[in-house]
């Protein structure tokens, strides 16, 4: 990478251990601003914990977790997860977790942060708050009609198929205005053609606004057309990083994959 | 004869004082998550705080001294009642100014509790807050100043200079209602806000919640500061509508009857809360009626109240288990979703 590249994230020698057992050795990662980096790597290979740890979930056992806030570099490992959300760095679960008493609609909405009706003094003054709520659906139908999923606005969770829970988790990622997305599987059990949907869709939200996206995926194929570059973790070491070309043809990729 | 008139009011009296914390209760339990086995505490409280500004400082301001004379004797009382029937502005006053030193007070106690309570595993905040109303129970035993175990009496009814009990029984109820009402729209308007949203997130799933950027444990504790407040306010229509606040009147039973309400009517809505308040309070206030009539019956009527309410919810359970009324989504959303669609296509 040149230069130039401005980096919005990277890990320094990230280590955790759960009780004694090494997850993941020294993980060193950069993120250039804009870009859409893939994290792949076999079952178990300390993927979402990496993930965890980047939003506040896990405290790394060894090791920091750089963030650019506005123009300088900022520590974030041990930050709450509402306060790395609020440093607008967003992620999605592997394992849904959608809110089962509300509709998709609603799980769109609680999203973004900060809203108005979300203060005591402002929710009774239906007023001060309607016009931003209005705002909100209209983008949150937007997204919806873009996959063709208007019909699954008022249901709950709970009458979705999985595919559809799964979609739904990551299209609520993407309602907040986050500058980092870190999508864990998010192509997981989506049919071709919504998997590609939905990679178009990222890919125009990051030309549109500039904004950077980590993804970790299985379904190779589908990423290795969307990313600019990607890192591989093996049994929790980075094991190789490139251009996707690069990567797949990697030796030591092949073989992490298939076994020996 | 029954006076038909009296037993309404009193019913409805008592009505309205159940419906606000079961309101309130259903807004810090049935929709934020928030576990409160001790709702007496906030009621006792404001019960207490009611009777000590309505007595206390009612004498002071009318010059009695309140060391000689204390509310809690003979000669306070007297005095009290005096001053209570002469001077309708003062007591109406002192009153206004109870309500609202309790829901300040009350509604700090809880913003403060909740420090310590909604870090302990959700399963355990319901058991350190019904502690809590056991152990505020123990300092009004242990306090002279509020009558120890007898409690304090004599504490004025607002409305009582009146004179004509049934028309100070109605100005006090109109008021407990108008609190009522302001208790509801309030618990209503939050509900349908995204700030409701937010607590229903919180509820389901408050490690996502906290993914997505909420302030869980702040959240948490600006709605407990609200209910526990009008918690508060509640204690103060109640002593000063009895006249008389006793350690007694504020054990944990107090709480799970609120609880019954919630549950039968359905704890995610207000409106469940005031049927289920409306019902429990009905049954209430008849059991007595019954138990005049010990002599005609064939079972002593002690044990009717458990067997009553637990009938009640046994069957309500049976056929809706959620309750009497369930959760809706909020209607605008729905109509802004048909207009979108409808230009859409
Ligand atoms: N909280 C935890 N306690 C103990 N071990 C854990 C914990 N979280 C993860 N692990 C272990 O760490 C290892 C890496 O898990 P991780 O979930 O990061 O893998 P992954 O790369 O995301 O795998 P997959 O592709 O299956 O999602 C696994 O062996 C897992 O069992
Ligand atoms: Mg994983």
């Known amino acids: 990478m040149s230069k130039e590249v401005r980096h919005i994230l990277a890990t320094r020698n990230v280590s955790k251990y759960f009780e004694g057992v090494k997850v993941l050795e020294k993980v060193s990662i950069t993120i250039p601003e804009g870009g859409i980096i893939g994290l792949i790597g076999p079952n178990g290979s300390g993927k979402t914990t990496l993930f965890n740890i980047i939003t506040g979930f896990h ?156 993804i970790i995926e299985h379904r190779i194929d589908l990423l290795m057309e969307t990313v600019d570059y990607v890192y591989v973790l093996h049994n929790g070491r980075l094991l190789a990083s490139g251009k996707p070309d690069e990567v797949i043809q990697n030796p030591d990729v092949v073989k992490a994959y298939v076994g020996e | 004869m029954i006076d038909i008139t009296g037993f309404l009011i009193n019913w409805l009296e008592y009505f309205a004082i159940y419906a606000i914390l079961a309101v309130t209760l259903s807004l810090e339990s049935g929709i934020s998550g928030i576990t409160n086995f001790g709702k007496v505490a906030f009621f006792g409280l404001g019960a207490y705080l009611g009777a000590i500004i309505n007595t206390y400082l009612l004498l002071a301001i009318s010059g009695v001294d309140v060391v000689k004379a204390p509310p809690y004797t003979a000669e306070g009382v007297i005095a009290l009642i005096e001053i209570s029937t002469l001077n309708p502005a003062l007591v109406l006053g002192v009153f206004t ?145 009895v006249s008389s606040v006793n350690p007694q009147m504020f054990v944990t039973l107090v709480t799970f009857n609120v609880w019954a309400m919630i549950i039968i009517g359905g704890s995610e809505s207000p409106i469940g809360a005031i049927i289920g308040a409306l019902i429990l309070t009905l049954i209430e206030r008849i059991l007595p009626l019954i138990a005049s009539l010990n002599e005609y019956l064939p079972f002593t009527p002690d044990y009717l109240r458990p067997v009553f309410i637990g009938l009640i919810m046994t069957i309500v359970l049976i056929k809706y288990p959620r309750g009497l009324i369930s959760m809706k989504p909020p209607k605008f959303i729905k109509s802004a979703v048909e207009e979108l669609i409808r230009e859409a296509s």
Request: a positive charge.
């Open chain 2, 97 to 241: 100014l109870s309500i609202l030193v309790s829901f300040i007070v009350t509604g700090v106690f809880g913003y403060l509790l909740t420090y310590p309570i909604i870090r302990v595993g959700s399963g355990f905040v319901g058991f350190t807050l019904l502690c809590v109303g056991e152990v505020l129970r123990g300092i009004y035993v242990n306090m002279e100043f509020v009558g120890g175990t007898n409690g304090m009496l004599g504490i004025p009814q607002p409305f009582i200079w009146l004179g004509i009990p049934m028309l100070s029984g109605l100005c006090y109820l109109l008021l407990s209602v108008t609190i009522l009402a302001l208790t509801y729209i309030v618990t209503d308007r939050i509900l349908g806000s995204p700030l409701g949203r937010t607590l229903r997130s919180i509820r389901d799933d408050d490690i996502a919640a906290l993914c997505l950027g909420k302030d869980v444990p702040k959240i948490k504790s600006k709605i407990f500061f609200l209910t526990s407040g009008f918690s508060g306010v509640a204690g103060t229509l109640y002593a000063c509508y």
């Open chain 1, 59 to 214: 405290v790394p056992s060894e090791g920091e977790v750089l963030y650019r806030a506005s123009n300088e570099f900022i520590r974030i490992d041990g930050l709450n997860p509402h306060e790395i959300y609020r440093l607008r760095i967003v992620r999605t679960f592997q394992l849904p977790r959608l809110f089962h008493s509300l509709t998709v609609i609603e799980n769109l909405l609680v999203t973004p942060v900060g809203q108005r009706g979300e203060s005591i003094l402002n929710a009774v003054r239906w007023r001060t708050w309607l016009e931003e709520e209005k705002n909100l659906v209209k983008k949150a139908l937007g997204i919806l009609a873009m996959f063709n999923k208007l019909e699954i606005a008022f249901k709950y969770p709970a009458q979705l198929s999985v595919a559809d829970i799964k979609l739904v988790e990551t299209l609520r990622g993407l309602m907040a205005n986050a500058r980092l997305y870190l999508l864990d599987e998010p192509l997981a059990g989506l049919d071709f053609a919504t998997a590609r949907r939905l990679l178009n869709f990222i890919k125009e939200i990051r030309n549109s606004y500039n904004v950077t996206f980590i």
